[in-house]
């Protein structure tokens, strides 16, 4: 006599029991009040790591308005040098019949005391911006740094263009005939070096993502389990 044959169980439903469902909601995001939930608020991150800081367009925004106050104060980098830079001495004389203009002071170093004002300027105007911008908006982001740059870059050229128009003429004959012969004055403002224009950019860039490193915000270390994702439901 032979045993009777038994149906095959049937195969297991995994869509009731065993699969892993998102947390309740619409969007995906946590069920309020729960760990999850306390989670993404503490952090200021969505489910699945969401951020919902300031969109683009406002930090495009805020890096527009940064550039634009930083290249202001260029004025003020430039009314500074022209008034703390050295005077390189020249002289008029008359040779043939020519007005010819010397320096007074072949072996002075006037002239780079004139680029070494301006970078000295330049870096601690990078240094205030920094500080400045970085105090008013701590979070920072790509943008920003990147606008600070361009507004450090603009300051200069504009400072730059301040200071040779305050300071006397550039036309140095013009300027010897009408003092005199054998009379001293003062050279137009000009600068020799160039690289001197990236100092506060690149002063404001270093101080920036230093004061970023140092005191920026941190991320909090998630509060669930031993990782970053929420426990697997049992099942």
């Known amino acids: 006599m032979t045993a009777p044959l038994t149906p095959p169980p049937p195969p297991h439903d995994h869509s009731a029991q065993g699969s892993w469902q998102p947390p309740a909601g619409a969007s995906g995001a946590p069920a309020p009040g729960s760990q999850h939930a306390e989670y ?11 951020d ?13 308005l940064v550039a634009l106050a930083v290249a202001l104060g260029g004025v003020l980098l430039g009314v500074l040098w022209w008034w703390l830079a050295p005077h390189v001495p020249l002289v008029g004389d008359v040779t043939d019949g020519n007005w010819v203009v010397y320096l007074k002071d ?45 507004g ?12 040779v128009w305050l300071g006397p003429a550039q036309d140095v004959v013009a300027h010897a005939r009408e003092m005199g012969r054998g009379v001293t004055f003062s050279a137009p403002l000009k600068l020799g070096a160039k690289g ?14 230093g004061l970023t490193a140092l005191f920026g915000p941190r991320d909090p270390e998630p509060e669930f389990g031993h990782g970053a994702y929420p426990p697997k439901p049992a099942g």
């Open 152 to 163: 450090g870059l603009l300051g200069s050229l504009l400072a730059w263009r301040v200071g």
């Open 196 to 209: 001197a224009l990236l100092a506060w950019p690149l002063s404001a860039l270093v101080v920036h993502l």
């Open 40 to 50: 993404a608020e503490h952090t200021g991150l969505g489910w699945y790591g969401q």
């Open 106 to 150: 072949t072996e002075g170093e006037q002239a780079v005391g004139v680029d070494g004002t301006f970078t000295l300027l330049g870096l601690g105007f990078g240094l205030v911006s920094a500080l400045v911008v970085f105090l008013l908006r701590r979070r920072g982001g790509v943008p920003l740094v990147v606008g600070l740059a361009v």
């Open 52 to 64: 919902d800081g300031p969109g683009m367009k406002t930090e495009l925004r805020e890096a527009g």
